[in-house]
């Protein structure tokens, strides 16, 4: 089920759940709040689990295709998604095919930040935090740039991205800080999380 509402806002939702659906498979669940986003409500939230082996990424579904001013700088528009392990039982519930019921620190943390991407540039190979003691041992959020894609992520004539966010330590960010190189995190963790996958029961690796 898929929402309809005039103007740019809508003649965007369509498309663009169509263009998520090729770039990473068919979404299985399409949770939307009862608040439209550009109403300051919470972000429309999809779930897609071919898009990473043995997770789920949820990904949001407002910031592109519109003029949803989001800072973008030199880059295009992007979508924010978070991937969960595929049982995990941090996943957003829904109490149907179309509403945002429960979603927890995923919802929060997805709409929370692609409202704040209204404020601010936020790129790939950057940190974000502290965050809520919700998601200990985690204490901040690791940006990169989603890669994964079945096919590419395009509509309307115009491509687009997705930034990744993944949880990490407070020790994982340290190392960052004493390599001054986020990227010095980004390679020692896809060594055993190739995808950057978010689980609060995951070792360290810094």
């Known amino acids: ?16 759940i169509d263009a998520l659906d090729r770039a990473l498979g068919p979404h299985t669940e399409y949770l939307v709040s009862p608040i439209p986003f550009w109403l300051d409500g919470s972000a429309t939230i999809a779930a897609f689990p071919e898009a990473i082996p043995g997770a789920v990424l949820y990904c949001t579904s407002e910031m592109t295709g519109w003029d ?4 973008v700088g030199e880059g295009t528009q992007f979508e924010f998604a978070i991937a969960l392990p595929a049982a995990s039982t941090h996943s957003p519930k829904s109490n149907s095919a179309n509403s945002l019921v429960g979603h927890g620190w995923v919802g929060s943390f997805l709409t929370g ?13 950057e940190t974000v935090g502290p965050l809520s003691p919700d998601v200990a041992p985690m204490t901040r959020l690791l940006l990169t740039e ?13 491509k687009y991205g997705i930034r ?11 190392f960052a800080v004493a390599k ?3 990227q010095a995190l980004i390679d020692t963790m896809r060594r055993t999380n190739p995808y950057l996958i978010s689980d609060l029961k995951r070792m360290p690796v810094a």
């Not at 990744?164 to 340290?174: A, D």
């Open 1 to 16: 089920m898929k929402p309809e509402s005039g103007g740019e806002y809508g003649e965007a939702i369509t498309p663009r």
């Open 68 to 71: 949803s001013d989001q800072q």
């Open 113 to 125: 930040m692609s409202k704040f991407s209204s404020q601010a540039l936020l790129l790939p190979a």
């Open 146 to 158: 989603f890669s994964n894609f079945k096919a590419p992520f395009e509509y309307g004539g115009k």
């Open 164 to 174: 990744l966010m993944t949880l990490i330590t407070e020790s994982e960010y340290e």
């Open 180 to 182: 001054d190189s986020v």
